[in-house]
């Protein structure tokens, strides 16, 4: 499935904290992932999200770098509406049998996919608690789907291991690119290291 930028969006898609969960907020995860590559470094995002990645490493072995620089692009540094009303910091979808293990509920958005023709859609998001538990869903799907089995065993290698889980996470051909120039520009591959 891919997602394309859908016309008149541009100025919908941050919104503000205290903007409610409305239908008419457009869930574009390309211009979400544009407008993060373009934004100013936010430290108090980065703050939040280096434990949780932390814990990813822990718990499935997924490199924190990787995590934190997948979350940054994909919320535009948790600032996308998915991440403000319903803390999916990865842009996921909920499936046919619901939100899944971790997330407690589904959310509708007016968005746009490409298959391969655009054109526009609702579709349901995975709505979580907390930030922490959204991460935590990232490392189970990265982990036990067999689409990213080919990054698993790169896990000591960042770059690499995002490489891999790009070939299927993303149309975008430059997603792993991305990815890496956020964690070299922010310094990500740090959360790789002990505390």
């Known amino acids: 499935m891919r997602w394309c930028t859908a016309a008149g969006v541009t100025g919908a898609l941050l919104v503000a904290l205290a903007q409610p969960a409305a239908a008419e907020v457009v869930v574009d ?25 932390r814990a990813v490493a822990a718990e499935y072995g997924i490199p924190a770098s990787v995590t934190a620089g997948q979350s940054v692009l994909e919320s535009g540094w948790g600032r996308s509406a998915l991440a403000v009303n319903h803390r999916n910091y990865f842009g996921f979808k909920c499936t046919s049998a619901g939100p899944g293990p971790i997330a407690v509920d589904c959310a509708e958005y007016p968005t746009t ?24 869903d990232y490392g189970r ?15 000591d290698d960042p770059d690499r291991f995002v490489t891999e889980v790009a070939k299927r996470y993303a149309t975008d051909p430059r997603y792993a690119e991305k990815v890496i120039a956020l964690m070299v520009q922010h310094d990500l591959y740090r959360l790789d290291s002990p505390e």
Not at 141 to 155: G, V
């Open 29 to 53: 995860q390309e211009e979400v992932r544009a407008e993060a590559m373009a934004m100013a470094p936010d430290p108090e995002y980065l703050a939040d999200a280096e434990p949780a990645a």
């Open 113 to 136: 996919e490409c298959q391969p023709e655009c054109a526009p859609t609702v579709a349901t998001f995975r709505v979580y608690e907390s930030m922490t538990d959204s991460f935590r």
């Open 141 to 155: 799907l990265i982990t036990t789907s067999p689409y990213y089995a080919d990054a698993l065993p790169h896990a």
